[in-house]
């Protein structure tokens, strides 16, 4: 017992002195603290930069709406390093703070809609999908989530009269289910010009969810050059039930895709642009008593995004949508087609 606890504290010594290691490397080098980059931070030397870059953390702002803990374990770093770095990138930026509503509403003002082409649909939706919001399509497996992205992907480009953005749209597929010969169909279909419609569309195809955050994060440049108006991930939460299936693994993941999630939203706050994610629910036998609309991402696909709609396959071409906890809209239904020509009524 005495010896046990003897190994299991001198484990804990050597775990607390590698963890010391490897906070003095992260801060070799560090400078005074002046400037705004990540390098500049008091504690964070150009080792530390670098990690903190690969883990996604490549400015200060996302250094500073960091949970401590989340930048500890992705930095094999101490709580206590991690929360010193968090707070002087605090005190560097404007963290954004309060706002009168009437600027909020202001800045609702210039949300932008993408029709979805069905009428009904659009109607559910107030008119379409909305920019600086995250729309999320989840549903079982053919309930038409991808169709109706592909949909979106050529009606985001069509002109403000005729229910668009006049804007490019970026893909990451994540199942291997882009096709670019259906979107072709359905532009060909609409009288559009389809070589400029696949023109303007930015695939992506991620291999596993590091790749896929990895994608994202690399598009900025792409969304500003370009004029995306519209993100679509297909699926959102594929690679990350795939990679991690571990016990206990369900942590990370959940904090992974609440990250992949923010910065969704922090791109479609920042450009102005839609984001529509699908999410694939596995067909439960319990759904037929229980509540058939929990999915599978858990709480944070839940809590993080705008809008859920929950599609379901009904008789031939028929799909049902239905709207679920939106913080603006009524909850109801649409039923709307999905035919060779692509969403229609
Ligand atoms: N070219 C097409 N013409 C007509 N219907 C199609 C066509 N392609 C796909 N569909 C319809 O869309 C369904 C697949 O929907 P999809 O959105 O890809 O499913 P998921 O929800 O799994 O992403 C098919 O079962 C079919 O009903
Ligand atoms: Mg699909």
């Known amino acids: ?33 002046e400037g705004m980059t990540v390098e500049d931070l008091p504690g964070v030397g150009p080792k530390g930069a670098q990690k903190l870059k690969q883990a996604g953390y490549e400015d200060l702002m996302s250094i500073a709406t960091a949970s401590a803990g989340t930048l500890a374990s992705v930095c094999e770093i101490g709580i206590p390093t991690a929360e010193k770095i968090i707070n002087a990138a605090r005190d560097k930026v404007d963290i954004g703070g309060y706002k009168t509503a009437d600027l909020v509403l202001e800045k609702r003002k ?45 009606n985001v480009q069509l002109p403000k009269e005729k229910g668009g953005l006049n804007g490019k749209c970026l893909f990451i597929d994540c199942e291997a289910t882009f096709r670019p010969e259906r979107i ?5 279909a609409a009288g559009l010009d389809a070589k400029k419609i696949l023109k303007n569309i930015f695939v992506g195809k991620a291999y596993n969810s590091d790749h896929q955050v990895l994608l994202l994060e690399k598009s900025k440049d792409l969304i500003k050059e370009q004029g995306i108006k519209l993100i679509i991930i297909d699926s959102l939460t594929a690679h990350f039930r795939a990679d991690y299936t571990g016990r206990g693994e ?33 067909a439960r036998p319990d759904i037929m008593f229980g509540d058939p609309t929990t999915h599978v991402g858990g709480h944070v696909v839940g809590h993080g995004t705008g809008v859920r709609l929950y599609l379901r396959k009904s008789k031939q071409t028929l799909r049902i949508a239905r709207l679920i906890d939106s913080p603006h809209l009524p909850e109801g239904e649409a039923v709307f087609k999905v035919t060779e020509k692509g969403i229609e009524d």
């Open 1 to 33: 017992m005495a010896i046990d606890f003897l190994h299991q504290q001198k484990g804990d010594d050597m775990a607390y002195q590698k963890k010391q290691k490897d906070d003095e490397e992260f801060s070799a080098g560090a400078k005074a603290g």
């Open 250 to 282: 369900l942590n990370p993941r959940q904090q992974k895709l609440n990250k992949f999630i923010h910065k969704l939203q922090n791109f479609a706050d920042t450009y102005n642009l839609a984001v529509y994610v699908t999410n694939q629910v596995m």
């Open 110 to 154: 210039d949300i932008g809609k993408i029709t979805t082409g069905s009428k009904s649909l659009d109607a559910l939706l107030r008119g379409g999908l909305e920019t600086q919001s995250i729309t999320e399509g989840y549903g079982a497996f053919s309930s038409g989530k991808s169709q109706l992205g592909f949909q979106l992907s050529i």
């Open 184 to 188: 072709q169909q359905m532009a060909e």
